[in-house]
């Protein structure tokens, strides 16, 4: 430990000292930090997808006799059926995390004023962006990330368990395997996942200065802003955009992102005729291909990231003050 | 250059004005002792240096300005503003873990040394520990930082008196090495006084006394008068007078040791009756 020279360089900067400096990563620790803190972010999701295996399991000991004919099916209704456990598997864990991390979202600055740690953190050298930005990432980058993961696997167990079942019946396995879209899955849960991201960034936003400026009850602060806007927009105008707006910003991720050969709408439709089931329907959704060009030449994309970079700029604006109220 | 450097220094809350204008100078190496009464403008000041909060005025902080610089100027000051702020859910081992990620100057091994000596367990959360464990984890994390100035805020609020002793024991023991600079504000002056280099009185946002503690001594004294010398001592216009033991103990301002040796006991005025003595005059208000 011998670094211990001061050259006039060091000497003119008040920064300084004579103590050596080792490498630090605040964005990196500021990440592990909110995982410690918040740890429903990958256990709500992982023990989701613990029930979802054993349901599952106990679906295929039950398996209608009527799969005994599944080699003889047209390739369209092979498909729906083989393919809807693992569409399935990706939209519950999906909505899973989804509610996980709005929650998350609320509470990532309220909490530090809560209890006071702020002050803590605050007292070390981490800016407010590189804070705010972390906090900002867990939704944007490591859920999404950590979902990935999660849903292949699980996806990646069904298939194993299916190929079984497949060989206990004596089904073909090759015509199982050529019918699932073994790489278009995984390419379509990320996809979803990182469109979905980009999508939600500006709701992300929004939870994350309400959860800087609320003083009580960030929740109902929230919502009750918008609930207030949809019905003064109403009773003044007699119209509803902005409720049209908040509708499609939770929704519509999904037609943003992908090619349909039928809308959700249509989807819903078919799935309201008699003698459609639910599996069917969501297994037909596997056949919307991702369409990348479709998402970025999307000008609410845009608009949905600037209005989230305001939304953050704002977040730091506050995080940065709130030591500044009280005495 | 001097640690903390303020001029004008004003901060507002709305039409509250609560600290009015103040000007300070703290040199390298210094223990101060901001003593006030509650509202007085301390915390809010300490604020304005750890760049917590805008301000009015000119301050620097180590030659930067707290309040566009609060990351950088972390690097080299380390505060304590009050026992509980480390968050509950954050386990000992993790707490180290994000100091020394996020701390250029922050020596784990002799965090680790620090904690060796208590009977805090690295795996336990700070919510399962005592309010007195939990100082000595923050302490430990504080003295292992490579810090030129260090602010506490009241540490220890709510704590045992053996904890409090230990607690300035051990900064002074084992941090304090002449060079680096302690900035402290407390209820407890009278645990405290011994320690200081300095004192700054702070009464209604502005500051009553700036002083030496060097200083102070040579300049106030307090004497437990004899009986037979109180009329004469009281034409030497004491600044404050009371009755200790049913004797009249007199603050003298500036009267020559050779003048009051003859009228009784002198001893050096502890900081806790000088304040009150100062800003009764002053003001009218109580302390």
Known sequence: ?327 | MACIEARGLTKAYGKHVAVKGIDLSVERGRIVGLIGPNGAGKTTALKAMLGLTPFQGELKVLGRDPWGERDLLMQDVCFIADVAVLPRWLRVSQALDYVAGVHPRFDRARAERFLEQTVIKRESKIGALSKGMVTQLHLALVMAIEAKLLVLDEPTLGLDILFRKQFYDTLINDYYDGDRTIVITTHHAEEVEHILTDVVFINDGRIALNSSMEALASRYAEVRVDPAQLDHARTLKPIRERQVFGRSTLLFDGVAMEVLEPLGEVRMPGITDLFVALLSNTTGANA
């Open chain 1, 1 to 327: 430990m011998s670094t211990d020279v001061s050259t006039p360089l060091a000497a003119a900067s008040p920064a300084s000292g004579s103590a050596p400096s080792k490498p630090v990563r605040p964005f990196y620790w500021s990440l592990r930090r909110e995982l410690w803190e918040h740890r429903s972010i990958y256990l709500a999701p992982g023990v989701v997808a613990a029930l979802l295996l054993l349901a599952l399991l106990i679906a295929a000991l039950k398996l209608p006799a009527s799969m005994a004919s599944f080699d003889t099916f047209a390739p369209q209704q092979q498909l729906e059926i083989v393919s809807a456990p693992y569409a399935m598997v990706a939209l519950v864990l999906m909505l899973t995390s989804m509610i996980v991390v709005l929650f998350y979202c609320l509470d990532a600055l309220y909490g530090e004023r809560r209890d006071r740690s702020a002050l803590f953190w605050k007292s070390l050298p981490v800016s407010d962006w590189t804070t705010v930005l972390a906090k900002l990432a867990v939704p944007m980058l490591v859920v999404p990330a950590f979902l990935f993961v999660l849903i292949s696997a699980t996806q990646l167990i069904v298939l194993i368990g299916n190929v079984l079942l497949w060989m206990a019946r004596g089904l073909s396995v090759s015509n199982l395997l050529l019918q699932l879209p073994l790489l278009d899955m995984p390419l379509g849960v990320a996809h979803f996942l990182i469109t979905l991201a980009i999508w939600y960034a500006p709701i992300y936003a929004w939870l994350l200065l309400v959860s800087a400026w609320a003083q009580r009850s960030p929740v109902v602060w929230a919502i009750v802003p918008w609930v207030a806007l949809v019905a003064f927009e109403r009773l003044m105008l007699g119209t509803s955009r902005v409720l049209g707006w908040l509708r499609d910003r939770f929704f519509g991720s999904f037609d943003a992102a992908f090619t349909t050969r039928e809308t959700i709408a249509e989807t819903v439709e078919r799935l309201q005729k008699p003698g459609a089931d639910a599996a069917n329907a969501i297994a037909h959704g596997s056949d919307h291909t991702p369409d990348v060009l479709r998402f970025l030449s999307n000008p609410n994309v845009w608009i949905g990231l600037v209005f989230a970079a305001v939304l953050i700029t704002a977040t730091v604006w506050l995080r940065r003050r709130q030591e500044s109220q009280s005495s």
